[in-house]
């Protein structure tokens, strides 16, 4: 029987997001935005997945002893030039991998955030077969457990 | 006196590593096999492409406590369908990166399993 859960992940979500759309560095290689999912419109932006599986533990007293997650977290550019994506992918890595420790998502702790399995491929645009899209990022494993 | 020390008994440490490989090579392989099937069904069947590319390829090795069996996903667009595609304005679709780590994790689980019951203690981060 899986643990009682104590925390709202939209929350974790909340923080990945904020992280990355706050920072500068990473909206100037990436001045659409940080997205959910989908971006329609938008020609250099980063964009986030979370995979529906999780994986937890359940502590001694029936809850949540820790969760883990994944969140694909890539750059996607329209750009014949690999230059902005993988300096984008770079930026991504400096904030995510074993960074946010110990921060607080409403019920969670960031307990450990590492990268799992890079992501790079490219797409030909069908209205200029000349121009690619650079998707350029990583998967990353979220491990969290309970703020209290 | 002779000036002479024997040791024994290092035949039988030799051979673990073979018996445990031997003992774990089938788990592994059917953990392997189930993955692959599992990404092959969970794939959608449009021209066929995804599900054929799903590939199983076995992996010799001469170490003694090595082996490795590997599920490939080989299709062109086996990672826009993954992770998203731009150009077809296609959300991704997390299939064979779940199936296959949660198979991962359930062999190593089960390996960890053998090797315990060969009277070994085992301990650490199993990802």
Redesign the interface.
Known sequence: MPPAVIGDLSDVDTLIFTTLSNDATLRGLCPDGVFW????GAIAFV?L?R???A?YAGALDGEEGWLRV?Y?V?A?I?SSSVVASNNAAFRIHELLHYGLQDTTAGNYTIMHIERT?P?R?Q????SNTAMK?Q?HGA?Y?VMMCPSN | MANKLTIGGLGEWLELPRELRAAADPVIKRYAEDARADVKAAYPRISGALQDGVVFVETPSNDPAITTYTVKSTAPHA??YE?????H?M??H?TF??ITN?AR?AATAAVIEIVRAAGFRVTGDT?
Not at chain 1, 37 to 40: K, P, V, W, Y
Not at chain 1, 123 to 126: G, I, Q, R, Y
Not at chain 2, 83 to 87: F, M
């Open positions: 999912d989908i971006a329609n964009l997945t995979p529906p599986d994986e994944q694909a890539k996607v329209k399995i992501i491929y797409e030909v645009d069908p899209w998707h998967q494993s | 990672a826009p992770w998203g595609s731009q150009v304005g959300r991704a997390p990166l779940p949660r994790h990802d």
